[in-house]
């Protein structure tokens, strides 16, 4: 499979979004990558500072390669980027996730990585697992709140714990995808999470979607749930940022812990189509 997948635009494009463009490209050929074809591909285009970027982009694919470790479905040999031992659908997710991660989405985009994230929780939790965010996944209820008294029963809440319906103009209370550690006793007080999704680039700003204060006269669950909040994109922060972000959004799943929570993951057929039909649409 071999995808020309156009540079990233602009005459300054964000180091991370070169390094994402690299792995997109080392991931669909079976050549090795060059750091001179990276050099290649920023002369062409009209970019000040060509050298400095040249070097960010590398660094941050040795940052990466330390990061992923063995999960990561490619590898760094000096001026080299090839292909890893990795299943086809760990190819497909990744090359994916490295789109989201350069800004290349919109709605159908949103609702994909929510189901993605779904997938991932599940392999987990197995059918513990729902995403019930706005819009609504195909079978399930436009209404929130039938959402919500879905998910309740599924996880076996109590009466003490789901106190009243969501109002009716919420939409999801940030609650894109819910999962829990069900003992199968039916008498409530599990553990649960509640994750909250963000693909765009402004997610620094979006941690506290999952306000529980907010949801407690609705849902009042007996152990104090864990929030989990997923992105598509490689986070970068100084370690006093990170921490605080960590305390604010909760369980920070960024793309290399999405990956490693995702190991052993087999795509749907329905959501490998998806994927798909996303990637040739992005890549145009």
């Not at 929780?121 to 019930?132: C, D, K, L, Q």
């Not at 909760?250 to 990637?279: F, K, Y």
Request: hydrophobic share 40%; aromatic share 8%; proline share 4%.
């Amino acid at each position: 499979m071999t995808i020309d997948l156009a540079f990233p635009a602009g005459e300054g494009p964000d180091f991370r979004e070169v390094a994402d463009w690299c792995e997109y490209t080392a991931l669909t050929q079976t050549a090795d990558f060059k750091r001179g074809d990276l050099k290649s591909a920023i002369s062409r285009e009209n970019i000040s500072s060509a050298d400095l970027l040249e070097e960010q982009a590398w660094a941050e694919l040795t940052t990466r390669a330390g990061l992923f470790g063995a999960t990561w479905p490619l590898e760094l040999d000096g001026s080299r980027l090839r292909r890893a031992a990795a299943t086809e659908d760990a190819r497909t997710l990744y090359r994916y996730l490295c789109l989201l991660g350069m800004g290349q989405l919109d709605n159908v985009d949103r609702k994909l990585f929510e189901e993605i994230v779904r997938a991932i929780f599940a392999v987990t939790f197995g059918e513990n697992t729902m995403r019930i965010g706005h819009p609504a996944s195909a079978g399930m209820s436009t209404s929130f709140r039938e959402r919500a008294k879905h998910y309740a029963t599924a996880a076996g809440l109590t009466s003490s714990e789901y106190l009243n319906d969501p109002l009716p103009d919420d939409k999801d209370l940030g609650l894109d995808v819910v999962s829990w550690h069900g003992t199968g006793d039916n008498r409530g007080g599990e553990l649960h999470f509640l994750v909250q999704c963000a693909t765009g680039k402004n997610w620094p700003e979006k941690g506290d979607d999952i306000h529980l204060g907010t949801i407690s006269p609705h849902l009042n669950w007996a152990v104090t749930p864990v929030r989990v909040f997923c992105i598509p994109a490689v986070a970068h922060l100084p370690e006093q940022q990170w921490i605080r972000f960590c305390r604010r959004a909760g369980l920070v799943l960024d793309r290399p812990r999405l990956i490693e929570a995702g190991t052993n993951i087999e795509l749907s057929d329905a959501l490998r189509t998806a994927i798909h039909t996303r990637e040739v649409a992005l890549v145009g």
